[in-house]
Structure formats: structure tokens, C-alpha cells
């Protein structure tokens, strides 16, 4: 899951950065309005964490084209002035949540678990498919209620195949949602980890399809409980 984070205070974005990657995410870093608008236009994320006073462009303001374009990725609003008025606002123009500064951590934490998951259509801490679930709080997969060893990239590849269970993945979504700036993953890469998974999990009725030169699919198999 891939998280951009716009906010100008170095220290506090940095600290949100350390944070989430050692929660499993992918996070990605802009200090300014333009950055975080020209990033929108052309990355895929799973969250925005948007603070109100970014320079060159408000935080309100990207969020407003953020929706004119017609992008529907949860967005959580950060600001230090906790006014009603300003509350309002950014609700309006359509963010998803709102923390005032400072603010706890864990809770943020919180948060942006509850926004991803709200965002890809799930509402619990436990997503399943067949016998095979992941814990998104804790970060740990069961296969038929055992637990299953998988290293942190092969946790957020199976989050996001199962969240899109069913669904075809592409490469390029992968490479999008698991990987922050600046990491040098290719596709071979991303075969090499399908690879591992597959290993780790293909033990029951799930598999993950390969759909030649489109992607990925973690499907059920016919006939099997």
C-alpha cells in the first residue's frame, strides 16, 4: 500500500515517513503544493496525507483538483489551526478524515489503517480469501488458521492481491503500490517475489494466477473447499 505524505516540516514528514515504512507501507515524501499536485496527476496511491499550509500551493487546493480530476483515493487532512470553519472546508472539498497537530502516532497509525482499507472497499482488520487471511494491525498472514513466515515485501504483495482478490493486478500496479521513489524494482523483480509467495501460500484451494503479459490474479481454485 503506497502512501504519499505532503507536508513542509521536514522533522514531522520524515518521522511519518520511518513510521509507515516500518508499518509495511510504501511512503513517499513532497514538501510543497505544485509537488504533491504534479505527483497526484501522475502516480498511483492508496492515501494522501495532506497537510493544510503547504506553500506554493494550499493543501485545500490540491485537494480540490485532486477531486476535479475525478480521483477518489482517501485523503487525510493534517493542519495546526483546529477550527471548525477550516474543519468544514477541507471536509467539503472532500477529504476522508482530519487530525489536528500535534497528534499521537499510534492514532494516526490507526487511521490510515482504517482509511486504506475503506478505500479498497473493506471494513475490517481481517481480510480473507478462503483459508487465507491477512492481518492488516498485526501485518501477519494465516493460511487454514496457521500462521505463514513472509518477509515485509511479500506481506504488502499479498495485502494487495487480496484486496484486489479476484481482480487482475498488472506489474505496473505492483511496482506502483508496493515500491516507494526511488527504489529500483522491476518487473523482474516483481516475478521473483510472486515467485517466493507463491511458494508460501499455494498449499490449499488459492493460487495466484499469472495472466501472460498482463499480470496477476489470487483466485480460488474450482472444486476445492
Known sequence: MRVLIAEDDRV?????MRALRSAGYAADHVAT???ADAALAVHEFDLLILDIGLPKLSGLEVLRRLRGRGQHLPVLVLTAADSVEQRVQGLDLGADDYMAKP?????????????????????????????L????????????????ELSARELSLLEILLQR???????????????????????????????RLRKKIEQGPVRIATVRGLGYCLERIAGEA
Not at 104 to 129: C, D, P, Y
Not at 135 to 140: A, E, K, L, Y
Open 165 to 195: 482478490a479476484g481482480r487482475l493486478v498488472s506489474k505496473d500496479q505492483l511496482v506502483q503500490h508496493l515500491c516507494n521513489w526511488g527504489d529500483e524494482v522491476s518487473n523482474n523483480a516483481i516475478e521473483v517475489y510472486v515467485h
Open 103 to 131: 497528534f499521537a502516532l499510534a492514532e494516526l497509525e490507526a487511521r490510515v489503517r482504517a482509511l486504506t482499507r475503506r478505500g479498497l472497499g473493506s471494513t475490517g482488520n481481517l481480510i480473507k480469501h478462503g483459508p
Open 133 to 148: 487471511s491477512f492481518d492488516s494491525t498485526g501485518r501477519v498472514a494465516y493460511l487454514n488458521d496457521q500462521m505463514v
Open 33 to 35: 503544493g505544485s509537488e
Open 12 to 16: 514531522l514528514a520524515d518521522g511519518l
